[in-house]
């Protein structure tokens, strides 16, 4: 091997080893499972877009993971980028059903959420917390730093593909931004990427299942009182950035029925926020 064929190797770095698509479909696809397919890639532009464009072909609970993004992308078609194997790069395939009203999809990102910090506090000792809509949050020197971020899009008039990036090893000289983390900072007890995804995937499968059995119903299937005890926004003064270039500044108090974030602002009002980028002002009381 010469030492330019090393340094491509997917072995180059020890720390961040590849992963095993074969032990992982053993231990997560089975019959009755709701994982019916898992597929590792070397590197692709978008695991949500490449799952996306083959929704019609494939069934529900297909997975994607990339050792590699080069055009991943949060929120508002932000770059979400990180170098190979420093973390979980991967995208869910889910069909809700005809018992569940399209107009509680929107729960899936909140839902997902859920299922991320459930599944990090097992797996990896870590104390997630949840921005909404959609952030992943560590601490970091007693300091709050993002790690993941979760984005849901439609694929075709009966699914959704959820999509999931998450920091795991990145180093704090590899942090695309000041404010970022990764769970390796955060002192996880582990950042084995195998034993993470699978308990990442064990838990969506619960907490989305339970979802679904409930209709969607956020309070039935718990999601809505559990998402609350977790999201690190509620309690906090908040700025809203809306659509149409309009902010709005209150005190988070609520996570609706409908997954909106509702804003307590000056005079008395409450306002619901559907969709925006919230900025936290101040930490939470107490």
Same mark, same amino acid.
């Given at each position: 091997?010469?030492?330019?064929?090393?340094?491509?190797?997917?072995?180059?770095?020890?720390?961040?080893?590849?992963?095993?698509?074969?032990?992982?479909?053993?231990?997560?696809?089975?019959?009755?499972?709701?994982?019916?397919?898992?597929?590792?890639?070397?590197?692709?532009?978008?695991?949500?877009?490449?799952?996306?464009?083959?929704?019609?072909?494939?069934?529900?609970? !297909? *997975? $994607?993971?990339?050792? +590699? =993004?080069?055009?991943?992308?949060? #929120?508002?078609?932000?770059?979400?980028? @990180?170098?190979? %194997?420093?973390?979980?790069?991967?995208?869910?395939?889910?069909?809700?059903?005809?018992?569940?009203?399209?107009?509680?999809?929107?729960?899936?990102?909140?839902?997902?959420?859920?299922?991320v910090a459930t599944g990090l506090s097992r797996a990896a000792g870590v104390?997630?917390?949840?921005?909404?809509?959609?952030?992943?949050l560590v601490t970091v020197g007693g300091e709050e730093r993002k790690a993941?971020?979760?984005?849901?899009?439609?694929?075709?008039?009966?699914?959704?593909?959820?999509?999931?990036?998450?920091?795991?090893?990145?180093?704090?000289?590899?942090?695309?931004?000041?404010?970022?983390?990764?769970?390796?900072?955060?002192?996880?007890?582990?950042?084995?990427?195998?034993?993470?995804?699978? !308990? *990442? $995937?064990?838990?969506? +499968? =619960?907490?989305?299942?339970?979802? #679904?059995?409930?209709?969607?119903?956020? @309070?039935?299937? %718990?999601?809505?009182?559990?998402?609350?005890?977790?999201?690190?926004?509620?309690?906090?003064?908040?700025?809203?950035?809306?659509?149409?270039?309009?902010?709005?500044?209150?005190?988070?108090?609520?996570?609706?029925?409908?997954?909106?974030?509702?804003?307590?602002?000056?005079?008395?009002?409450?306002?619901?926020?559907?969709?925006?980028?919230?900025?936290?002002?101040?930490?939470?009381?107490?």
């Amino acid at each position: 091997m010469t030492p330019q064929d090393a340094s491509e190797s997917r072995w180059s770095d020890l720390d961040r080893p590849p992963l095993n698509a074969s032990a992982l479909r053993h231990a997560l696809v089975r019959p009755g499972a709701l994982w019916t397919s898992l597929d590792v890639v070397q590197e692709t532009g978008s695991t949500n877009s490449d799952l996306t464009a083959r929704a019609k072909e494939l069934p529900e609970g !297909a *997975v $994607l993971v990339a050792e +590699e =993004q080069t055009a991943g992308r949060g #929120r508002l078609d932000r770059s979400w980028s @990180a170098p190979a %194997r420093s973390g979980l790069f991967f995208s869910v395939l889910l069909r809700p059903g005809a018992g569940v009203p399209v107009d509680r999809w929107g729960w899936l990102p909140l839902l997902t959420g859920v299922a991320v910090a459930t599944g990090l506090s097992r797996a990896a000792g870590v104390d997630t917390s949840l921005k909404w809509p959609n952030d992943l949050l560590v601490t970091v020197g007693g300091e709050e730093r993002k790690a993941g971020g979760i984005l849901a899009e439609r694929a075709g008039e009966d699914a959704v593909v959820v999509g999931i990036g998450l920091n795991v090893t990145l180093r704090a000289d590899e942090l695309p931004v000041p404010a970022a983390g990764s769970l390796a900072l955060a002192d996880a007890v582990s950042t084995d990427r195998e034993t993470l995804l699978r !308990a *990442v $995937l064990r838990s969506l +499968e =619960q907490w989305y299942v339970d979802w #679904r059995e409930a209709g969607g119903d956020p @309070a039935a299937s %718990r999601l809505q009182e559990t998402y609350a005890a977790g999201c690190a926004t509620l309690g906090r003064t908040v700025r809203a950035e809306l659509p149409g270039d309009r902010a709005v500044i209150g005190e988070a108090v609520a996570v609706d029925a409908d997954g909106r974030l509702v804003l307590a602002t000056e005079g008395g009002g409450r306002e619901p926020v559907a969709a925006g980028d919230i900025v936290h002002l101040r930490p939470a009381a107490g």
